[in-house]
């Protein structure tokens, strides 16, 4: 009767366990989410913000200004649907591409770092790529903490059952334009 007792009480505490694995996975998967979410809502309040200085420059540059203000819309218009790993890179580097055009027109317009108004689009801009790349290491450390969860004995057999995978970490953009940008 006591051997009944214990595997009775051992079940429990196994069964405790992996509730409690479950819980915590949901419950950082649930944040990973949240920074998500996070570097989407800073994505399109830097885009804005973006658009803000481009149409203080259109003054001084129209065509030039145009072209970058058609390549965002672009490519905003495809980040719109989901925000994923890929789209926040292919967003940063249109951003790095247009920050390179905008430091053209600087150069060749300087009056326009005078500008009111472009002071106060491009603190707006630097402010909300801060706090882009403050969520971007908040969610970096968020999935190295799951994926080092799953690759953990116990709880990776877990993640496992409930068929959990591996995050992808959101490097800087790198290439040909993020190169250039500077």
Request: some cysteine.
């Amino acid at each position: 009767m006591i051997y009944v007792a214990i595997i009775f009480g051992l079940l429990i505490l196994i069964a405790l366990r992996f509730l409690w694995i479950w819980r915590s996975y949901i419950r950082l998967i649930s944040h990973i989410d949240i920074a998500m979410e996070q570097i989407g809502t800073h994505l399109s309040n830097r885009f804005y913000a973006l658009n803000q200085v481009l149409d203080v420059a259109k003054g001084y540059d129209f065509r030039n200004t145009e072209i970058i203000i058609l390549e965002l819309a672009k490519c905003r218009k495809n980040a719109d649907e989901a925000i994923t790993p890929e789209s926040v890179i292919t967003q940063e580097l249109a951003f790095k591409e247009a920050e390179r055009h905008i430091q053209i027109i600087v150069d060749h317009h300087p009056t326009l770092v005078l500008n009111p108004a472009y002071i106060k689009a491009k603190e707006d801009y630097d402010t909300y790529d801060s706090r882009a790349k403050i969520s971007r290491i908040v969610y970096n450390d968020l999935v190295k903490k799951l994926n080092r969860k799953l690759n953990g004995w116990v709880t990776g057999y877990i993640g496992d059952l409930l068929k959990i995978d591996e995050r992808e970490l959101l490097e800087e953009p790198s290439g040909p334009m993020a190169d250039d940008a500077g």
